[in-house]
């Protein structure tokens, strides 16, 4: 257990509906990052926050957005889904942000239909 | 940009045999961080070791231990006493901790099936 919850495990929704997937880091990290796995993708870097500010932005659609909430709960909200949105998402968090190593939640496995 | 490559999709070995997976990588930056992730089938992102580019010395974790030869750009595990829980799908991960984000860049990953 790497003390890093998602929730849900698991979602199912339709096309063009909107979700919310949430992060609670490890106790004591301040940097939380959103991941995206898919088949044809792989595993690619959505965003960063570091102590409730955004840090870095990467492939991540305007669709998708995020936030980092006081107490350094994390929400992924991603919207107007379509098929191509079913992967997993993780969610990691760390220390700070320079050279900690990042250690993932359990995941969301998001099904789109 | 970095990218990471790892050349072999899939392995198989015998339970108890010594494994070596293969990871280079592709950056101009002098500082940076290697990492092994496992994902078992259960999905979860597990850390298996961590290298930092400024030490020489190899990283080890028990029966897992790296090969970094920092020149060549090369990273690889070596899993000794392989052991059935060590089937999982194995990613080679970089980071620059001096870039504008502390992103992971993962490869392709690897399937690597202990057999009994």
């Known amino acids: 257990d790497s003390g890093v919850t998602q929730t849900p495990k698991h979602l199912i929704t339709a096309t063009g509906q909107r979700v919310t997937l949430r992060c609670s880091p490890r106790?004591?990290?301040?940097?939380v990052y959103w991941y995206q796995q898919s088949l044809d993708q792989g595993l690619q870097f959505l965003i960063q926050?570091?102590?409730?500010?955004?840090?870095a932005k990467g492939n991540i659609l305007e669709r998708f957005s995020a936030q980092q909430f006081p107490d350094l709960h994390s929400e992924l909200n991603l919207s107007s889904l379509e098929l191509g949105d079913s992967a997993l998402y993780f969610c990691?968090?760390?220390?700070?942000?320079?050279?900690?190593?990042?250690?993932f939640g359990p995941g969301t496995r998001l099904l789109v239909l | 940009a970095q990218t990471v490559t790892q050349s072999q999709p899939e392995m198989s070995v015998q339970e108890a045999e010594t494994v070596t997976l293969s990871c280079t990588y592709d950056?101009?930056?002098?500082?940076?961080?290697l990492f092994w992730y496992k994902q078992p089938p259960s999905r979860q992102m597990i850390l298996v070791i961590r290298?930092?580019?400024?030490?020489?010395q190899n990283a080890t974790e028990n029966r897992f231990s790296v090969n970094f030869q920092k020149a060549a750009k090369s990273f690889s595990l070596k899993i000794s006493d392989s052991q059935l829980g060590d089937t999982a799908m194995y990613f080679c991960?970089?980071?620059?901790?001096?870039?504008?984000?502390?992103?992971?860049?993962f490869g392709q990953g690897t399937r690597l099936t202990i057999n009994p």
């Open positions: 990691a968090s760390s220390r700070d942000s320079h050279q900690e190593t990042q250690y």
């Open positions: 106790s004591g990290d301040l940097s």
């Open positions: 926050y570091y102590n409730g500010e955004e840090r």
């Open positions: 950056t101009s930056e002098n500082n940076y961080y």
């Open positions: 290298q930092e580019a400024y030490k020489q």
């Open positions: 991960a970089f980071m620059n901790p001096m870039g504008g984000a502390q992103k992971l860049v």
